[in-house]
């Protein structure tokens, strides 16, 4: 467990927990799920000592759950938000090995794997749960300790502008989350550009099927993880501005206001985005299979219009192997002549009356 307390303009790197929050500040606890059992005392010490009640069992279990999905929910005293984030992939390297379509699924379509990040917001404490390894804590640390001037021991004084409150903390670093998936959309745009031509280039054989429709389940799942994620977001915009004006001051709830509102904005965008890349596979697939059909029914007219031109001279050829004795032409000298040459006028004259009604013409490829 990682305590850091933020003061006006300074962060400080803190061993032990303070016995109350830092003036006009606040301290963040942030520890990896794997070992929020083992901690859950200290944590609960710190919630009761900082932000003035533990919590609550259900909302310990909801924070321990590492496939807990986007959530929101809330108390007189904190506010619980648990955001899926991407994982990174290093993190996906280590899950386990796809099975069936998947296997042949391409990268981009395998990055979209999340995981669980909790945060309880109090109003001089934030406790956030990340996974082993999370890059969104170090991001952040780092994005400080980069900017800042060490004046001495665990104290150091930081140029850039550091959050404020909890709230605003959780909210920087679930808009870091958000990029990533804004980031996400450039690689599966082109991926599903790459089918379509593929799908949409004259005489395709595209035999990936397996992988399109396992991409197709996959963008399905990203859009109902964004929309969790939007609702859960909603609902923390709703209960912020549903507290009494005194509450806290006008211009920090301005703040939060606008930096909730820029983050749902993002995931609207990633929403919209998701099931445009949905509506564009469905019709390219929709297109492939009407070209498809549409270069069957060509060959269908053309092996129609070539068995209607044989079909006089089948009957012409029937008629003279009849086993009659007299049949005109057939004992004379230039009968078989006569009978070829009248099945060839036949031929050339069904042949260029089909070539005009355009049942032998080449459709444009």
């Known amino acids: 467990m990682q305590i850091v307390e933020f003061s006006p303009g300074t962060l400080r790197f803190a061993e032990e927990l303070p016995e109350r929050a830092p003036e006009n500040g606040f301290v963040w606890l942030f520890l990896e799920r794997e070992s929020l059992e083992a901690e859950l005392p200290a944590v609960q010490r710190a919630a009761q000592r900082l932000g003035g009640s533990q919590l609550l069992d259900l909302h310990c279990a909801d924070l321990i759950n590492a496939a807990h999905p986007s959530h929101y929910d809330y108390t007189s005293v904190y506010d619980l938000i648990v955001f899926r984030r991407l994982a990174t992939q290093e993190e996906t390297a280590t899950d386990a090995e796809p099975n069936g379509p998947a296997r042949s699924m391409p990268a981009a379509f395998r990055r979209i794997s999340t995981r669980a990040v909790g945060f309880a917001v109090f109003d001089r404490l934030l406790v956030s749960v990340h996974p082993a390894g999370c890059f969104t804590a170090r991001s952040f640390l780092q994005r400080y300790l980069s900017d800042a001037v060490h004046s001495d021991g665990l104290t150091t004084t930081v140029r850039s502008r ?204």
């Open 162 to 365: 550091l959050p404020t409150t909890p709230a605003d903390l959780m909210l920087r670093m679930v808009n870091v989350m958000v990029d990533s998936y804004l980031e996400l959309r450039k690689v599966l745009s082109q991926q599903l550009d790459h089918w379509q031509q593929e799908l949409l280039r004259p005489g395709s054989r595209f035999s990936n099927w397996n992988a399109l429709m396992a991409a197709r389940n996959e963008l399905h799942m990203l859009e109902d993880l964004c929309e969790e994620q939007h609702d859960a977001m909603q609902e923390w915009l709703d209960t912020l501005r549903e507290q009494p004006a005194g509450a806290m001051p006008q211009a920090e709830r301005d703040g939060l206001v606008a930096r909730s509102r820029d983050v749902i904005e993002h995931i609207q965008r990633v929403v919209h985005h998701v099931r445009r890349l949905e509506q564009n596979a469905e019709t390219v697939v929709q297109i492939h299979f009407s070209a498809q059909s549409n270069r069957t029914n060509d060959i269908m007219r053309i092996l129609t219009a070539l068995t209607a031109v044989f079909l006089p001279l089948n009957l012409i050829a029937g008629i003279f192997g009849m086993n009659f004795e007299f049949i005109p032409l057939i004992h004379q000298q230039d009968g078989f002549w006569w009978a070829m040459g009248a099945m060839a006028v036949i031929a050339v004259l069904l042949v260029v009356l089909f070539r005009r009604k355009r049942y032998l013409a080449r459709t444009g490829r």
